[in-house]
């Protein structure tokens, strides 16, 4: 795993394997970013040149590797793209977030790097130390071959001594959120064989016990005795029964209570509405809601936030078989609804449906649902953004904000009343699917109808970003992206009212 440090030590006698330094596009070229000076000025003002006739513009996601000049302790400079050269130096978040993972990513292998990119304020320092820690991620759990290079033992983040302890204070809440985020990354990677319902619930418990976290876990005979019969219904086609989490993080200081509920579904054949082939590939994501909800109240706990925040992972593996639930048969859900699947495969909005209600049960003062729900959603955003609904617009748009400062590109969507009608079921209270054209949307309004009057709620459609199929760009690997975790954990600080160093 890797270790962000942060050194107060020139750039260029710094021991390390490399160091990373940031580089702009100015108006003739390539140009060093505050931070490479020294670096700089050891290629006797070549570097610029140098990066010229290797084709490098600044752009972001440019990297490339020089061996040292004299005077350089490391054995290899990484110059790493910035974009547009900016006057003040001061680059944005997601840029150095951005910079630092590509960086992190190339240096596979290597026991120390040292970055020297552009840290003068807290936020910057935060941003280069959560990059670094993401782009370095690698799921190797299952290579058996010796030949995969592992992560960058070590991140050290240069800075000077005025700005020293603000950016050691900033890179320990990165390292956390980091930490947690990647854990995320690594069960959602993991094949639906090794994590079942059981084997998930046991994870959290372990963490749970590591830090000091209430965990509770309905099996299921305490979820049959309970009436869960969304949670049930769509566990009962597997051989693995399904589990409902609760892992609760509470403060002696908290004046607020949030509830986090995450669909876990381990693995989502479609049930007996199979899904075709060339979409059940990667199915075993389809816990990544839950996976989000059990990293964000771990971070949430390490960092101490003065707040009360308690999970909810719905978990239940669906799968066809003659004890599966099947199109047409009435679910009665925990609190006494009846919901009539016209869709085997509109599960997760099921099991969501009775963690919402028992999470309400508890009286939150707001809840916050996160699910790889609709393939209506990745038409609509695409792969890189997930949408936010919510049954209160402030609310909302404290969400958004939220994403927005952490990093993760979120988009405002509305609950329309006319689409309500369409989830009408003949035979029973509610149906679990409704139109197709703005099938999000519906899934949304059929979450709604379970969460309690008077609480504000906020649904977070992560289907898109969840999971990366392509090639790693960024910070973003491929496979797990760690989606929303960000956003929840920047949520509970701002409630709390507990800033990060980045605010300060």
Known sequence: MTTVT????????????????????????????????????????????????????????????????????????VAVGLGDAVNSGAYDAETLREAAGVAARS?????????????????????????????????????????????????????????????????????????????????????????????????????????????????????????????????????????????????????????????????????????????????????????????????????????????????????????????GDVLRMYGGKTVEVLNTDAEGRVVLADALVRAGEEKPDAIVDVATLTAAMRIALGDRIFGVMSNNDDFRDRVLDAARRAGEQAWPLPLPAHLRKSLDSRVADIANTGVRMGAGLVAGLFLREFVPDGTDWAHLDIAGPAFHEGAPYGYIPEGGTGSAVRTLVQLAEDIAGDRNPADR
Not at 19 to 34: C, D, L, Q
Not at 56 to 71: M, Y
Not at 160 to 180: D, L, M, N, S, W
Request: glycine fraction near 12%; proline fraction near 6%; aromatic fraction near 4%.
């Open 107 to 327: 240096l596979a292998g290597m026991r120390k790097a040292a970055l020297a990119l552009p840290v003068e304020t807290a936020e910057a320092a935060d941003a280069v130390a959560l990059g670094g820690l993401l782009g370095a991620y690698a799921f190797t759990a299952y290579r058996t071959s010796g030949n995969a290079k592992g992560p960058v033992g070590e991140l050290a983040i240069l800075t000077h001594h005025r700005g020293h302890t603000i950016a050691k204070v900033a890179a320990e809440r990165a390292t956390v959120i980091g930490q947690e985020l990647n854990r995320c990354r690594d069960l959602v990677n993991m094949p639906a064989n090794d994590l079942s319902p059981e084997s998930f619930a046991a994870i959290v418990r372990a963490v749970g016990e590591e830090y000091r976290l209430k965990v509770d876990v309905l099996d299921d005979k305490t979820l049959t005795e309970g009436s869960f019969g969304g949670i049930l219904g769509v566990g009962q086609g597997s051989a693995n029964p399904p589990r409902l989490v609760k892992i609760a993080y509470t403060h002696p200081e908290a004046r607020t209570n949030l509830a986090f509920v995450g669909k876990g579904i381990t693995y989502d054949s479609g049930g007996i509405s199979l899904k075709p082939v060339g979409s059940n590939e990667i199915m075993k994501r389809d816990m990544s809601g839950a996976a989000a909800v059990f990293a964000a109240v771990a971070a949430v706990s390490r960092l101490g936030l003065r707040i009360n925040v308690t999970g909810w992972l719905a978990l239940a593996e669906n799968m066809p078989s003659g004890s599966a639930i099947r199109p």
């Open 6 to 77: 942060v050194s107060i030590s020139p750039a260029v006698s710094l021991r390390a394997e490399a160091i990373v330094i940031g580089v702009a596009k100015g108006p003739h070229g390539p140009v060093p970013a505050p931070g490479a000076e020294a670096v700089a000025k050891a290629f006797a003002s070549t570097l610029a040149e140098i990066l010229g006739m290797l084709g490098v513009t600044g752009a972001r996601g440019e990297v490339v590797k020089l061996p040292s000049p004299d005077g350089v302790e490391a054995g290899v400079v």
